[in-house]
Structure formats: C-alpha cells, structure tokens
C-alpha cells in the first residue's frame, strides 16, 4: 500500500499547495483573525508539516511501545495546543485543513520512513536466513496502528471545509479537537468489533 499512501499525500499536498497556498490571502488568512501575510501563513503553514512530523516522531521513538496511551494523550495535546495556536492565526478552514495535512504528513511519513524500511530489514533477514529482530516488526506494527488511527481525524478535517459551521465557530478548535477525537473512538470502535 506504500504507493497508495505516497499518492494520496502527493494529491492532497499539490491541493494544499494549489488551493490554500496559491491563494493564501483569501484562504488562510483572515483579517479579523490576525494581520499575518499571505508569505507568512505559507511559510508556516509548511514548517509546521515538517514539524508535525518531526516531533510525531521524536515522541513516538522516545516513548517507545510501552507508553502508547500517553504517547496518545501527548498527541492529542500537542494537536490542541497547535488547533488553539492557528485559531489566532489562520481562517477557520484553514486551521482544519492544516491540522488534516499534518496528520497526513505523519501517516505517509509513517509509510516512508518507518513502515517499508521495518519490512524491508525483516525480508533482508530472512533472505539471509537470519531471525528477524522482532524491534522492527513492533515500529511497523505501531506506525500502521497509528496511521489507522489518524484516517477518520484526516477525512473529517479534509471535508470540514465544506461545513462552515464546524470551521466558522468563534473556538472552532475546541470543535475540531472533539470530533477528531470521536472520529478516532469511533475507528477504536470498529477496530475491537
């Protein structure tokens, strides 16, 4: 599925940068929220992908596999504290859509750096007709668990711009936080049936 999720991130990222970046002052910024420039919302509209990414995956190797329920506490954390941050930032939509691209930024960067070179050293392994390090079946296991995870919260948030009243809310943070947070209780949901 490794091509699948390079391709669903190319699209949404060339929408992203299309729709969003192209057009930054009608789409991210907005006047009544904040006097941030059109260059400014896009510089930090990426250095927050790749920043997304980097301290995902920081507290996912410093937490290990033992600490998964704080290690989703913290995420669910630090994904408010920045919804809260981009509130007083960007519009409304593109606070949505901007919390939506990092957490498909984490997932195709979970596929990328984590999932294919785990499966890789596993296959190199028994091609040599050594065991395997199970070390590298678990982080393939906890990204794909992850990324799981992660698809209900990323489609809610790639069509919420579609519902002004979800994204048009004075605390529309407080609004995007719960129903990503129901939207993966409901993915936990089907997961245990």
């Known amino acids: 599925f490794k091509w699948e999720a390079y391709s669903t991130w ?5 929408l992203l940068v299309v729709l969003y970046w192209w057009h930054a002052d009608l789409y991210i910024v907005d006047r009544n929220v904040s006097a941030i420039t059109p260059m400014q919302a896009v510089a930090l509209s990426a250095a927050l992908l790749v920043a997304g990414w980097i301290v995902y995956d920081q507290l ?3 937490l290990g596999f033992a600490h998964e329920r704080v290690l989703a506490v913290v995420l669910i954390g630090l994904l408010t504290a920045v919804a809260w941050g981009l509130s007083h930032v960007f519009s409304g ?4 859509i901007q919390i939506g691209g990092m957490l498909g930024t984490m997932m195709a960067a979970n596929v990328l750096f984590v999932i294919i070179p785990s499966q890789r050293k596993l296959v190199e392994a028994k091609a040599r007709g050594e065991p395997p390090d199970p070390v590298y079946g678990m982080r393939g296991k906890q990204r794909s668990v992850h990324n799981n995870y992660f698809t209900l919260p990323v489609l809610l948030t790639m069509l919420a711009g579609h519902f002004a009243f979800a994204t048009g809310r004075a605390r529309g943070w407080i609004v995007l936080v719960a129903l990503m947070v129901l939207s993966a209780l409901v993915r936990h949901f089907y997961n245990r049936r």
């Open 10 to 14: 190319l699209s949404g990222f060339a």
């Open 60 to 62: 996912c190797k410093r």
């Open 93 to 96: 939509r593109a606070m949505y």
